[in-house]
């Protein structure tokens, strides 16, 4: 099957489409015929070196994927070669086919295109799992999204609009993308290139009550103005570390404010997490794409062999939404 190969990691250089196996599915899984795939910045990392797929998962980049079961493997049932089904995958995205649990997949609603449903898995799962199922957003809380316009952060905002439309969302974002996020539905944006302690627009926003939930990539730089803007019993719930590791905490002020501070990762948990994760999605979420309530937000579509343009668009962040990229038609 063709597939991205990389020779190699480091940057754009290593990428290149060539031939690989083609998988076959175990037990508890099915193969999918891919016809859209997306780029995440984890696959940017894994590229480098530094973010390696979970063991006896494809080396092949790509973490969720779109299109048709061609086989069902061992033990499969409750579904039909020939079904249209959107899925996280552990790896192997980035390619003519994939193999995926049959406890992950989610039938791609009628009213959704294979390139809008290839953008669901890695970004709107993360985003319901960190701020609903570990955050425990509800309706007239107020959370904290950081890096407006990426992947994650688009679709928490739209989530949050749809599940608990009496919340107030607050987004830190780059200058270029202020206004964008604004029009999605953000209450507040915050310039971080010029206010990068954002704690004291927070208290402002909020009449000092704070934020009930901060979603937060950033790690180390943000520990400190993200720990200023909780509220008492706030949740930050931490998923990347672009920052650092490492950063100083008030534990005093932590236990006064009954503060919780949550680690979380979505591809290495066990099956069985990710297949009740995938559940409470579908049941929750996933009918608001199927009336449309919710449109992913897609910035450019790129054919397979285009992977490095697709890749570079990821690094010089000047996207909003996601990067979909065109397997088959």
């Given at each position: 099957m063709k597939a991205v190969l990389m020779e190699g990691f480091g940057g754009l250089e290593v990428l290149k489409v060539g031939e690989a196996p083609k998988p076959s599915p175990k037990e508890g899984e099915v193969l999918i015929k891919v016809v859209a795939t997306s780029i995440n910045r984890p696959d940017l990392v894994q590229r480098e070196g530094k973010y390696p797929p979970p063991p006896g998962d494809s080396e092949i980049l790509g973490l969720e994927v779109a299109g048709v079961i061609e086989e069902l493997g061992p033990g499969v049932s409750g579904w039909?070669?020939?079904?249209?089904v959107v899925t996280l995958v552990g790896g192997g995205g980035y390619a003519?086919?994939?193999v995926a649990y049959a406890s992950h997949l989610m039938r791609i609603p009628e009213s959704m295109s294979f390139e809008e449903a290839a953008c669901i898995c890695e970004s709107y799962i993360t985003a319901f799992l960190n701020v609903f199922m570990i955050g425990g957003l509800k309706d007239n809380n107020t959370v904290i999204l950081h890096g407006g316009g990426g992947g994650v952060n688009t679709a928490a905002?739209?989530?949050?609009?749809?599940?608990?439309p009496n919340t107030k969302i607050i987004v830190t974002a780059h200058p270029s993308k202020l206004d964008r996020v604004k029009e999605l539905g953000?209450?507040?944006?915050i310039d971080f290139t010029q206010t990068?302690?954002?704690s004291e627009l927070?208290?402002?926003?909020?009449n000092k009550k704070g934020a009930d939930v901060i979603l937060d990539h950033v790690g180390a730089k943000y520990l400190a103005p993200n720990m200023n803007s909780l509220g008492y019993a706030g949740r930050l719930v931490l998923i990347g570390v672009i920052s650092g590791i490492k950063a100083e905490l008030n534990l005093a002020l932590m236990m006064v404010k009954r503060q919780q501070i949550i680690g979380s990762v979505l591809r290495s948990r066990p099956v069985k997490d990710k297949g009740e994760i995938v559940a409470e999605f579908t049941k929750t979420a996933l009918p608001k794409f199927a009336d449309r309530t919710i449109v992913p937000i897609i910035e450019k579509v790129f054919p397979l062999d285009q992977?490095?343009?697709?890749?570079?668009?990821?690094?010089?962040?000047?996207?909003f939404g996601k990067i979909v990229l065109k397997i088959a038609d």
């Open positions: 039909q070669k020939g079904e249209r003519e086919y994939a905002v739209q989530l949050c609009k749809a599940l608990v953000a209450d507040l944006v990068p302690d954002f927070v208290k402002e926003f909020t992977i490095v343009e697709a890749h570079r668009m990821m690094e010089e962040d000047k996207h």
